[in-house]
């Protein structure tokens, strides 16, 4: 898989202490730093996809996330890491490769419909 992939090499540069691919720190978003808000009207929630265990190194300032974690990305770096928050409310940078957009819970008239004649 090439998001995979693209990763996997991510972290790899960021376990040698390398390149653009490097997290940023902890303080650079409690600062304000180069992180930026996510645009658009509220705060995303994400799916995790994939397993991401960060590297020791790091493990302090980046979110594990594990397939089926919610995360709500609060921001960015610019250069590529995402900082969120999952529902347990441990916060910190992570990788956008290993999440997708939650999907949304939507309901049809019939449903509407059908529940109401369920309660009557």
Avoid at 4 to 32: D, E, H
Avoid at 35 to 63: N, R
Avoid at 106 to 119: I, K, L, P, R
Wanted: glycine share 16%.
């Amino acid at each position: 898989n090439i998001v995979m992939a693209g990763a996997a090499k991510a972290v790899g540069a960021l376990s040698r202490g390398g390149g653009a691919a490097a997290a940023p720190s902890s303080t650079q978003a409690s600062r304000g730093g180069p992180l930026s808000s996510v645009q658009g009207s509220g705060q995303p929630t994400m799916m995790c996809i994939a397993d991401f265990e960060p590297p020791g190194s790091h493990a302090s300032q980046m979110l594990k996330l594990q397939v089926g974690d919610e995360v709500t990305v609060l921001g960015q770096d610019g250069r590529g890491w995402w900082f969120g928050r999952k529902e347990n409310g441990r916060e910190g940078w992570f990788p956008p490769s290993y999440v997708q957009l939650a999907p949304a819970h939507f309901t049809s008239g019939a449903d509407h419909a059908a529940m109401a004649s369920v309660a009557a």
